[in-house]
């Protein structure tokens, strides 16, 4: 067989996923962000003298924005470029099922 007539893989930088370390601060400025926001909405509903609908919109905000940043955070690989495609799998690997010890 010539060394041109193998089939050649082409990885891609841009078929990278991000590092762990970006998932987790990207995850880190969103929960800031929020908190911040709720934050400001929390001190408008108490300090500002507003109307009612206006200040029941400010303490759904102060409410609401505490789930939605957690969520936020928990969420991983948002963003990100799913993985691989499996189908041509390295065929020297022991499939996942047939991983045991002793047998």
């Not at 929020?34 to 409410?63: D, Q, Y």
């Not at 390295?90 to 047998?103: A, D, L």
Request: charged share 25%; glycine share 6%; with cysteine.
């Amino acid at each position: 067989m010539k060394l041109w007539d193998r089939k050649r893989t082409v990885h891609e930088v841009t078929d990278a996923r991000p590092s762990l370390s970006s998932d987790i601060r990207r995850r880190e400025i969103g929960y800031v962000v929020k908190m911040a926001i709720r934050l400001v909405c929390l001190v408008l509903a108490v300090a500002v003298p507003a109307p009612w609908p206006v200040r029941a919109l400010f303490v759904a905000g102060a409410v609401v924005l505490p789930y939605l940043a957690v969520i936020g955070a928990n969420e991983r690989g948002k963003g990100q470029p799913s993985p691989m495609d499996s189908s041509e799998a390295n065929q020297s690997e022991i499939p996942r099922h047939r991983r045991e010890i002793g047998s």
